[in-house]
């Protein structure tokens, strides 16, 4: 796209101007806030499942593992 300060062609990706250094507006913003958000939050319940687990894993195995 041309820099809308100095009329200088700049490639798609690039967010400033290489010669002027002002910013360039972005035609496709290509964040998804929505799926990464969900993404996340199901990776903290794996996690937190899988401390839970651990936890109870070492309560029931504990007496077993030790006679006393
Ligand atoms: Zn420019």
């Known amino acids: ?3 809308p300060n100095c009329k200088t062609w700049n490639p798609d990706d690039k967010e400033v101007c290489w010669r002027c250094q002002t910013p360039l507006p972005k035609p496709k913003p290509p964040k ?4 990464s958000g969900g993404y996340a ?3 903290w319940l794996l996690i937190i ?10 309560c029931f195995f504990s007496p077993l593992s030790i006679p006393q």
């Open 1 to 3: 796209m041309d820099c």
């Open 41 to 43: 939050s199901w990776m």
């Open 32 to 35: 998804k806030r929505n799926q």
């Open 49 to 58: 499942a899988f401390f839970a687990m651990t936890l109870l894993a070492q």
